[in-house]
């Protein structure tokens, strides 16, 4: 299969839905020319039409606002903020409108509309531009949430949240954009809720989000020799395949989830606390998570790296959770 | 601008009927707090009638508006039946939204009304949604929104108003300047003598309306609309108007008695417009009076339609929260 | 010791810390007449001046950052956000602001301050009105969270809250404002991070926050005389005093978090996460997690019923639990 | 006003600071890219001199500012040394925020300098906050806020324009318009054509002045300053300019080349400056080109600093985060 990069991949979900279906249409800061924050867009205004790639002032509450109303009267708007960082500008468009308003209109209204940000650090950008913000996303009833991690994943996986009826928020990772993998040429979908193992083992089970499906990756490699390391890539955490994830450890007996985002209240601790409740019985050690420091992202390069979880500390927690127990 | 005598009564029975809906509303809540039942939050829309009524009955019923808070006016006005209104209010399951929204939250799309909102300012940006929508897809629907003095201070409006101009959305904001939010004078809120006179800074006009007049507002919103629908964009009509009751009925009210009784004399916008219906001959008194009794009747009917509906089962509650249950 | 309510407790805290450090200011809608959303600060304009309580215009962005940039020039503002569902619009400047500048600014500002808001369901409020965000904050490194579920506890964390040099977010409860219950007259402070053992018990550990304490220790009290409950207020879920949870479950093997908020993600997810992770050997079964519908909260009593946890329900879950292993 | 020459001098020396500054770090940037190392997001300042240099010359140090992601020309020209604001870019211990900011964040409250902000338009409304804090303590410090073009479409704009002329609150707000919004030009970001006219929708003044022209700006924000010194509240200046480079460093200029030619020419606020100084005889070639050779020599002083600098240690992360550590 030919290799793709992750930005190309979603440039190509974007353009195929768009040429499917007329009443897609894109709408953020800087797409047309820069093609937003990560490129993806490029291309997309000279094939399609300013008309449908809708470059907006900097008020994401506005913007946010217009796709929420327009997805309402029948448009499927495709989102960017550049950042996810800048989702809290505006996130009662997100929360308490897009979210509630087909609970509250008693299933009256449907609100096809996806948001796409980008997370994650790793760049030297500091605080204001590196969080990883889905955990607040997942407590938000109404809200699909997809985090995919390649670039064949990033393509079926945008192209089904388009073609989703409810709010979708869609998060890239901006250490992604540039990773390239086999993804195919011709039209695909990857259903919301199903997640992918992603590498086959028996003796502990690593959910992974997002880049750090890529380190678990690594890691599980690393130990081969010794450890036989399951890698599971939820994909979406909203809806979750919590199916997958409890039949691997039933498996296993053990479960490590790896995350960017913080460890306190991230999503991880959802995941332990459902497998927790369901695999009980199975489980030879507690579930851990393995997150980002409790602390926002410092700028300095040896310290951005010392909060986010790498490598040797996956290798370092899974060892010690297999000796364990 | 000359308006069909239909159209002239029709406006009086749509007033009549905001005033019975809602003096009929708080009885029902008072009558549930006294047996230690809640009904929420109820806004009580007497004393602005005008602006709802002579806002929403040029309008198409292909036309969208955007409501708020205090919104039953805006609901009746679009042509919605009371009975829905207050089935919803009762938390029926025959209410409009189906008894998950209630007062704030009362949907209709059909008939264009695309929502309530308990955020203040929340439906702002929204409302660029179904303008943007009707731009996109060349249809001349327009939308109007409403809101209020307090939402005017609200960063939403800023970066609306700057979006709707710039694109030359067909919306039209209306402020529903009822001199306070909450127990806050507008003159502690806002720095300016007019929010209308902010339009200029948007580049679309802006107009202060006697709210009480509900010939004035039509008037207004009439060229407004008709401007929309050309292609000529937003506008920006405030309407000074006076709310008759407290904020809400949990809320005590300290406004000046005096006040209150001044702008019930001078400028309460139902006597004023039955009084130029006499002075046109268009209605005698004998008419108004059997008018307003249809009216009683038809509230009345609601509330017994609403009394004898069931209440939703909590076995339904998960129900209409994503667009495939 | 007299008894007084959750409400005044507030207000005499706040009273308390206004006459004892002219630094402190209030700011927030509605404060001088209204006395805020709660009327918790009744009475305080009077005694202190407008000038040290500042009711603002509709702005939350704005006075929220007002308050940020007055507690980095030397002042001790206490903020009030009507109500918690209302954090969307001024989720900026909480988050990517208030508590992230002292980490950015390596240590050179301060920031001291309070924002109090109210949340919870149980009023036929509807979706807008009834979130508990707690999860989100406590995602959020740089701040501290408090939630206090009797008006002693209220009284003296919020006096240490507003001592204290960091942001700290206080989450009030609708329900608890009426609540009774002895708190001493004169001065005392409760540090942060100190949970409260409410109800000592030997079978199950019942973790519980802010009303949900009081349904827990009713459910506790129902269930008496089989089974032994013992209910922790951890009070502060930021700074959080795993210890005292810790020290419970080894001592019952049980763990049971009673939560408001949306089971999905919410802070019951973290605690089970550290409990299970802390105390793997002393469980006899799989912690668990009664938290709210995760659906947003329908207006309709008998459906808002069916989302929040219920006495029956917790009684329930005990018992299943406890027979369980 | 006559200002005297030694004042004059100082302008100019800051203003080549400045240039030679940005022009360094730029170089710094290229170098590490080369050697695969990141070094965030770097925004040049470079063209838009004359308006921080203008602006700040006259605040007093303990009058405050509140500076952007392109805020090294606010650092320099309020005072801070060029040595840590170079260290903070290399990420060094010694770096005005300790590594922790980057060059979004750097803070020197002893010199007013309240931070820069990654969020476009998150300093606007924390810039009320110590111009509160002066009013509110009685001393006459006034508050200078910087912020783009694209940021004035920020409701925080709005929120904060309002409150601030509301309450008279002693705040310069400063609209750095550079015509452009990193790929987004001012015309398809605001709907008018001037920024500063938006001042009377909030009842304060509001001037348009001549961004390259440090004298112009000096003299409105000497006008300004001495107003909000007064009591007599805020205003709104808006300084026309251009940046001279991309928007950041890593992404490409596609501006026309002519149009940046052509403010070069025009519009340079430093030749501009130069060429006033030699016909005032202030200042002859020799004496400016020898300055600029200081200059260029504290710089690279700086850099030599900031290379020799530690990194700070992984083990001291999580220092800076909560005050009593
Ligand atoms: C964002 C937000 N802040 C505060 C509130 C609480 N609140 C509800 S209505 C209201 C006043 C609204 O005033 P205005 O916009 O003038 O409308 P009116 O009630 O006068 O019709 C306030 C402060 C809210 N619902 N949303
Ligand atoms: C809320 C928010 N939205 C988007 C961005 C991404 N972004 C960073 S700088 C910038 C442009 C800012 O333009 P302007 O305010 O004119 O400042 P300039 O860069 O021209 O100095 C954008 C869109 C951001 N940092 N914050
Ligand atoms: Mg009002
Ligand atoms: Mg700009």
């Not at chain 1, 800061?29 to 990560?38: P, R, T, Y």
């Not at chain 1, 809200?143 to 991690?149: C, W, Y």
């Not at chain 2, 207004?220 to 809400?248: I, N």
């Not at chain 2, 209605?283 to 108004?288: G, I, N």
Request: aromatic content about 6%.
């Amino acid at each position: 299969m030919r290799e793709v990069s992750y930005v190309k991949a979603l440039n190509e979900a974007l353009s195929e839905e768009m040429a499917r279906d007329e009443s897609v249409f894109l709408i953020g800061e800087d797409l047309v020319e820069l093609g937003g924050g990560s490129g993806a867009t490029k291309g997309l205004a000279e094939r399609f039409g300013t008309h449908r790639v809708r470059q907006t002032p900097l008020s994401e509450a506005a913007f946010v606002g217009l796709a929420v109303g327009a997805a309402m009267t029948g448009l499927r708007p495709v989102v960017e903020i550049m950042y996810v960082d800048f989702v809290t500008v505006c996130m009662d468009q997100i929360v308490n409108q897009a979210a509630k308003l087909r609970y509250m209109s008693g299933g009256q209204l449907t609100i096809p509309l996806v948001i796409r940000s980008q997370g994650g650090g790793g760049t030297s950008e500091a605080a204001q531009h590196s969080q990883s913000l889905e955990a607040w996303f997942a407590h938000t009833p109404g809200l699909k949430v997809v985090m995919p991690a390649t670039a064949a994943d990033a393509k079926g996986l945008l192209k089904s949240a388009i073609r989703d009826d409810n709010p979708v928020i869609f998060l890239e990772h901006k250490l992604l954009y540039a990773t390239k993998g086999p993804a195919p040429r011709e039209e695909y979908l990857i259903p919301l809720g199903q997640a992918d193992v992603k590498r086959p083992g028996q003796d502990i089970t690593l959910v992974a989000t997002s880049f750090m499906v890529h380190k678990s990756l690594a890691a599980a490699e690393a130990v081969a020799d010794k450890i036989s390391v399951e890698v599971i890539d939820p994909r979406t955490l909203i809806p979750l395949d919590i199916d997958c994830i409890n039949t691997s450890v039933q498996k296993t007996g053990r479960l490590l989830v790896v995350q960017e985002a913080c460890t306190h209240g991230g999503f991880g601790s959802e995941i332990v606390r459902r497998v927790t409740e369901q695999c009980f019985g199975a489980l030879k050690t507690a579930p851990r998570v393995l997150g980002g420091a409790n602390l926002p992202m410092p700028f300095s390069h040896p310290l951005e790296t010392a909060c986010i979880p790498q490598e040797e500390k996956i290798i370092d927690q899974i060892e010690r959770m297999v000796t364990d127990a | 601008m000359r308006i069909p005598e239909d159209t002239l009564r029709e406006m009086l029975r749509l007033m009549y009927t905001i005033r019975a809906f809602e003096c009929r509303a708080r009885q029902l809540f008072e009558e549930r707090r006294l047996r230690g039942s809640f009904m929420g939050a109820l806004h009580s829309y007497e004393g602005e009638e005008a602006v709802a009524v002579g806002a929403c009955i040029g309008l198409r019923p292909d036309d969208y508006i955007l409501s708020t808070h205090r919104g039953h006016g805006h609901c009746i006005a679009k042509g919605v039946d009371v009975k829905f209104m207050m089935a919803e209010l009762l938390g029926k399951e025959t209410g409009i939204s189906k008894g998950r929204g209630g007062s704030m939250h009362m949907f209709d799309p059909a008939l264009g009304l695309l929502g309530g909102n308990g955020i203040v300012g929340g439906g702002i940006p929204l409302a660029l949604g179904p303008a943007f929508s009707a731009q996109y897809r060349h249809t001349d629907q327009v939308t109007v929104c409403f809101f209020g003095d307090g939402a005017a201070c609200q960063g939403n409006f800023h970066e609306s108003l700057n979006l709707a101009s710039l694109w030359k959305l067909p919306v039209i904001y209306i402020c529903e300047n009822n001199q306070y939010a909450v127990t806050t004078p507008v003159n502690e809120s806002i720095a300016v003598a007019n929010v209308a006179d902010r339009a200029a800074g948007y580049g679309c006009p802006g107009e202060v309306v006697d709210g009480s007049d509900v010939l004035a507002v039509y008037r207004a919103v009439t060229e407004a609309v008709q401007r929309a629908r050309g292609g000529a964009g937003p506008m920006l009509l405030e309407c000074k108007t006076y709310r008759y009751q407290a904020h809400c009925m949990v809320i005590p009210d300290r406004r000046d008695p005096q006040e209150l009784a001044r702008w019930q004399k001078e400028h309460d916008p139902i006597r004023h417009f039955e009084r130029y219906l006499l002075d046109q001959q268009i209605m005698d008194e004998a008419q108004q009076s059997k008018l307003n009794e249809q009216v009683h009747k038809t509230v009345e009917a609601a509330v017994t339609f609403a009394e004898a509906s069931p209440l939703p089962h909590p076995s339904t509650v998960a129900e209409h929260l994503w667009a495939e249950d």
